[in-house]
């Protein structure tokens, strides 16, 4: 499952009123990364998306 599918469907179970631990059980994921992804808002996530496209190098 690719990041940006987690973070849909995180918000999609958060909205039918899941609890935090209940969407990190369901999805074998961490109850802080469910945490950090209810964060933040679409928009900081594509860009964090986009960050992880390209790093620098040393």
């Given amino acids: 499952m690719t990041k940006f599918m987690v973070y849909t469907k ?10 935090k631990s209940a969407i990190a059980r369901k999805l074998s994921i961490s109850r802080n990364t469910v945490a950090k992804y209810l964060k933040n808002t679409s928009e900081e996530f594509e860009e964090y998306l986009f960050s992880l496209q390209t790093r620098k190098k040393k």
Avoid: K, P, T
């Fill in 10 to 19: 995180i918000y999609e179970l958060y909205a039918m009123g899941f609890s």
